[in-house]
């Protein structure tokens, strides 16, 4: 256990839908970042949040979009579900913007039917 | 063209191999320089972390970061089975958001 908490597991919804992805970050880490992950395009940054603020911005689309709450746990919301937003979803954290690296969750893995 | 460009394999080699890993980038700018290793259906996991050029040794493995060349490279000594995953680079020159290779699928046969 990495001590970063995703969830779904898994999530399997219809084209057109809302979802949201839930991420309780590391104790202590105030940064969590959203990655998503498919087959032919890698590990793809969306974006970070440092301590309730967004830092930093990736290829999200906008129809993507996250937040930051006060106790530090983020939600990534997709709308308007495209069957190519099937992927792995991932969030990390951090303890400061990332120094020593980040920690993984085990992922949300989304199915867009 | 990509930021970080990774071979991403397949790679298969015996055990007791020595496993060699690379990447290249395309921003000079980059700075903070990372191994991830991922099993299936897994999160990513840090394996090494390397600040500018130089080398780093934790036990099997050693990174090596050439930036005059914009290329990192992972070795593996004595592979092992369990050691059969994919591995990801990963650089950032600011720590806000970490870009990362395509990764490269590893086997490592008993």
């Known amino acids: 256990d990495s001590g970063v908490t995703q969830t779904p597991k898994h999530l399997i919804t219809a084209t057109g839908q809302r979802v949201t992805l839930r991420c309780s970050p590391r104790?202590?880490?105030?940064?969590v970042y959203w990655y998503q992950q498919s087959l032919d395009q890698g590990l793809q940054f969306l974006i970070h949040y440092y301590n309730g603020e967004e830092r930093a911005k990736g290829n999200i689309l906008e129809r993507f979009s996250a937040q930051q709450f006060p106790d530090l746990h983020s939600e990534l919301n997709l709308s308007s579900l495209e069957l190519g937003d099937s992927a792995l979803y991932f969030c990390?954290?951090?303890?400061?913007?990332?120094?020593?690296?980040?920690?993984f969750g085990s992922g949300t893995r989304l199915t867009v039917v | 063209q990509k930021e970080v460009e990774q071979d991403p394999g397949p790679l298969s080699v015996p055990e007791g191999a020595i496993v060699s890993l690379n990447c290249t980038y395309s921003n000079s700018a980059f700075q903070y320089f990372m191994w991830y290793r991922q099993y299936s259906r897994k999160g990513p996991e840090l394996l090494m972390y390397t600040y500018s050029s130089g080398n780093k040794e934790d036990g099997r493995f050693t990174a090596q970061v050439d930036k005059s060349s914009k290329y990192i490279s992972l070795f593996i000594r004595d592979s092992q089975p369990s050691d059969s995953a994919t591995y990801l680079c990963a650089m950032s020159y600011n720590n806000n958001d970490m870009r990362f290779g395509a990764g490269t699928r590893l086997t490592v046969k008993p």
């Open positions: 104790s202590g880490d105030l940064s």
């Open positions: 990390a954290s951090s303890v400061e913007l990332g120094v020593y690296g980040y920690t």
